[in-house]
């Protein structure tokens, strides 16, 4: 069964910080891993897909790297915000279709 | 542009009904899927679907159902409703073999008293 842990499970830093969120799983069989963001009361907003394929994906201040083998995925933000407040979710994807596991979360908290 | 769909978006139950919670998404994706989210968790998967007419179990299937009988709708219905599936639903869809980033409805709240 697969399983999915973020760590930390929450964190706060003073706006301008780079940060690192960090996801690991247990069965490397999957088709991807997702980063999404949920704000208080929201659904989930993708941020990034990595195929199990690739490495890494980039938006903006946003960087995701993927380590199938050892079964890691890290969520980079730089020059983080205000606006980037929320929770952090990550899920895989499992190749046995259709199946996403996720991890509970990291709330992050940029203060001003 | 509507993507991913849920109604309602928040309903009250008593303990003993029955309901169905409504699930539509206008992207011709093959996967879909419902998941549950509960205070300081993440998604726990209920039921998914790979496809119109085939539906399985995902992690905490009990006391819910689910069909597909079009590529676009995939309902979930609560049998007799308990006070601990008090919850926030979330419906998913996906393309086939994890090609695209999954999309979410904006989710049910549930209240069972």
């Known amino acids: 069964k697969q399983e999915v842990t973020q760590i930390p499970a929450a964190l706060s830093v003073p706006e301008g910080e780079n940060l690192v969120l960090n996801c690991s799983f247990t069965?490397?069989?999957?088709?991807?891993l997702q980063w999404f963001r949920q704000d208080p009361g929201k659904g989930l907003t993708s941020l990034l897909l990595?195929?199990?394929?690739?490495r890494e994906q980039t938006s903006g201040r946003l960087n995701a790297s993927l380590d199938k083998s050892s079964g890691r995925s890290t969520l980079y933000i730089a020059a983080s915000q205000p606006g980037d407040s929320a929770t952090y979710l990550c899920a895989v994807e499992d190749t046995n279709a259709g199946k996403s596991t996720f991890g509970d979360g990291t709330t992050l908290t940029v203060k001003p | 542009n509507a993507g991913v769909t849920q109604t309602p978006k928040f309903q009250v139950l008593k303990t003993g009904q029955s309901m169905t919670l409504q699930c539509a998404q206008d992207m011709n994706h093959e996967y879909m899927s419902w998941y549950r989210q509960d205070p300081g968790m993440g998604l726990r998967l209920i039921h998914y679907s790979v496809g119109a007419g085939i539906t399985d179990q995902g992690e905490v299937p009990n006391g819910y159902n689910v069909s597909r009988s079009t590529t676009e709708d995939f309902p979930l219905r609560l049998l007799s409703a308990a006070p601990s599936q008090t919850s926030v639903y979330f419906c998913a869809s996906s393309s086939q073999g994890g090609r695209t980033e999954a999309f979410f409805g904006q989710g049910t709240r549930l209240t069972v008293v």
């Open positions: 069965d490397s069989a999957i088709y991807n």
């Open positions: 990595i195929q199990s394929s690739q």
